[in-house]
């Protein structure tokens, strides 16, 4: 097993930084097609740690009503890979915070997987999050690929997922472990506390990479709960709620964080 | 050329389960465990005895005679409209309700379009004493009203979908946004041969039993095991699966599959996979897919729900692919005209979905000789408002 030879912002900020690091999820093209570049710059300037912009897809499986409300949105208003890629060109002469591309595997696939992989590395982009992209798949057919580019590839967890196949997921993972809080899509209404029991067998499980929990976190309380058993957490859904009532993207954002941080 | 599916879940090119974290555990239960499960003696004579006490199968394999002599053939008709609720949906979840069971599941959830998949569901929900809901799309709750009455009377809930194009695709994927809420109580019987490995398999052997009655009636009947053509209407696929299954390997026999051309193959509004999909992934399966150059799904169009659909099972994909079936695509208004005349020349309401089966028929070019077995997946009760309302639309 070759271990990490990939050197980006993602993989420093985790060297740098072990605790209360805050990743905050939006859809990219929402709620305007030009607003992604706003968006970043107000989350650095709040102090999210890092980013994960939403590639909006038609169908997306694992998320609530509110991230497949933002990604109609964005789909409608005419968000696509070649619209971000050509949005993102220049993102890293205004943002220095690691930014990650999450989405579902078809239209990267449609894209071609390796015109993605060094597009979203020449934009200056750290890492990749595709939840329906199977493990055997990637090992075998992109991990090469994802090394040459230096991105990331970030698996996810859930309370169903054996040890074996944590372990498995901790080998193939370079970046950190997405750990799903619940059984739930995004947005879910169930409480994070009942995950006590999981969160506190994934906290010892001795993994080589760290951790942040997602889904399910919403506010100050259940952020700071979560960061008692990961490294960090990520915001999505709520983010994504502030976002659809704002007025003024970069003092509603600024105000969010702020909550969050408390 | 094999038709089976590879050990990795694959049918040539398509197949495989594509799915986000959240379902793998059940979906590698599934896979670890289905063929023991579905082959061993006291599931199958479990299955077998609900098969024919229950659904009454074997369902005839009729001749029929008006219809074969308007085209020149011998044609047959492999009665799946007399299935216990009215359709073959009914092989499958008499059979995913025992493996439920087995797996030790409390509670059941299914997708429908037509409201076949969900009646069958229900009703064997009902049976067995499990929860049951079904996810349907807004538009078919609509078009499908006495399906929908069926379910709730059989004591199941039926969910609206309300995203996207409101129709089968979208209650699929509420379905599946339930499993990952759901995991550990719920087994999710899927309505065809779609969604990630192992279902494709899974669904063809619970509708494997057409074909394998086929073979043996027609014998009977005609002295030969095999027929000329076999056609069969293709949604996700699910009864053409089972009415080709045992005849995959016979080069001799050749297999049809109607697709849903609704308004015209190039109008905008069809369901016409073949034509119009690339390779994709939907609902966990990389298959045939309708889809803009984005890789976003195109919402799909026909008149019947049941064959609403922007996919095709993988096993399909690949037949297609590898040329072992001819697609047509049937328009709306064909489909519309070959149920009025089936009903005008056999006394038989076929289905808006199987309609489409039959409306293949003017373009076979058949011989007298020719031995030909229709797959009439359903009956059209539940498509009287459909033929009532729209039947000046389509008569000319
Ligand atoms: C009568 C009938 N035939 C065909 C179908 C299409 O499904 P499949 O292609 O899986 O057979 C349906 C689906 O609802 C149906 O009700």
């Known amino acids: 097993m070759i271990h990490t030879t990939i050197e980006n912002r993602l993989v420093r900020l985790f060297k740098e930084k072990k605790q209360n690091i805050l990743n905050i999820y939006f859809t990219a093209g929402f709620p305007e097609l030009d607003d992604t570049i706003r968006i970043l710059k107000a989350l650095e300037k709040s102090g999210a740690d890092m980013v994960e912009i939403g590639m909006p897809f038609s169908d997306p499986l694992a998320d609530g009503p509110t991230i497949q409300a933002s990604s109609m949105k964005a789909l409608k208003n005419g968000m696509s890979l070649k619209v971000l890629f050509n949005q993102l060109r220049h993102v890293r002469e205004q943002v220095t915070i690691p930014i990650l591309l999450m989405g579902y595997l078809n239209p990267v696939m449609q894209y071609g997987m390796e015109e993605f992989c060094k597009n979203a590395h020449a934009c200056g982009v750290d890492g990749v999050i595709l939840p329906d992209l199977p493990l055997n798949e990637y090992k075998e057919k992109y991990q090469t690929l994802f090394h040459q580019y230096h991105l990331s590839n970030v698996f996810l967890v859930t309370p169903q997922t054996s040890p074996e196949r944590l372990k498995l997921i901790d080998e193939l993972t370079e970046g950190f472990i997405y750990i799903v809080s619940t059984d739930s899509t995004t947005g879910g209404n169930k409480n994070i506390q009942s995950a006590e029991e999981y969160l506190h067998r994934i906290k010892n499980a001795n993994l080589r990479n760290p951790t942040l929990v997602g889904f399910n976190i919403k506010d100050k309380s259940s952020y700071d709960f979560a960061c008692r058993y990961a490294n960090g957490a990520i915001i999505g859904t709520a983010f994504i709620n502030m976002l659809s009532n704002s007025t003024d993207l970069e003092k509603d954002i600024e105000c969010f964080i702020r909550s969050i941080r408390g | ?396």
């Open chain 2, 1 to 396: 050329m094999k038709y089976t599916v590879d050990e990795n879940g694959f049918y040539g090119n398509f197949g495989g389960a594509y799915i986000p974290e959240m379902l793998y555990p059940n979906i590698e239960q599934l896979r670890n465990t289905y063929l023991s499960i579905i082959t061993s003696e006291s599931f199958l004579s479990e299955w077998h005895q609900l098969l024919r006490d229950y659904v009454g199968r074997p369902t005839p394999l009729y001749y029929a005679k008006r219809l074969s002599e308007l085209y020149g053939a011998s044609i047959y008709l492999k009665r799946e409209d007399l299935c216990h609720t009215g359709a073959h949906k009914v092989n499958n979840t008499t059979g995913q309700i025992l493996l439920a069971k087995k797996l030790g599941k409390k509670r059941i959830i299914a997708e429908t379009g037509a409201g076949q998949h969900g009646v069958a569901t229900a009703t064997v929900c009902a049976l067995m004493g499990m929860q049951c809901v079904v996810y349907m799309g807004e538009i078919d709750i609509e078009r499908q009203k006495p399906n929908v009455e069926r379910m709730k009377m059989l004591g199941a809930e039926v969910r609206p979908a309300t995203s996207g194009s409101r129709t089968l695709k979208d209650a699929t994927n509420e379905a599946i946004r339930d499993w990952i809420t759901n995991p550990v109580d719920t087994h999710y019987i899927i309505g065809s041969v779609v969604g990630p490995h192992p279902y494709p398999d899974m669904v063809a052997r619970f509708q494997s039993v057409i074909s394998e009655e086929i073979r043996m009636q027609l014998a009977e009947k005609t002295g030969r095991d095999t027929p000329d053509y076999v056609i069969a209407c293709v949604g996700g696929g699910s009864n053409a699966a089972g009415a080709f299954y045992h005849f995959l390997d016979d080069k001799s026999v050749k297999l049809i599959a109607a697709e849903a051309g609704g308004k015209g193959v190039h109008s905008g509004y069809s369901a016409a996979t073949t034509v119009l999909g690339k390779t994709g992934i939907i609902h966990g399966s990389k298959t045939l897919l309708m889809q803009t150059e984005d890789g976003q799904i195109i919402e799909p169009h026909s008149i019947s729900a049941g064959l609403d659909y922007p996919g095709i099972g993988p096993l399909h994909a690949h037949l297609f692919e590898s040329k072992r079936a001819t697609f047509y695509a049937i328009t709306d208004a064909e489909a519309f005209k070959a149920a009025m005349q089936l009903a005008k020349l056999e006394g038989i309401i076929p289905a808006l979905e199987s309609a489409h089966a039959f409306a293949t028929l003017p373009y076979l070019n058949l011989k007298k000789s020719d031995v030909v077995v229709i797959n009439l997946s359903g009956r059209g009760d539940k498509d009287m408002l459909t033929y009532i309302n729209r039947k000046h639309e389509f008569s000319d």
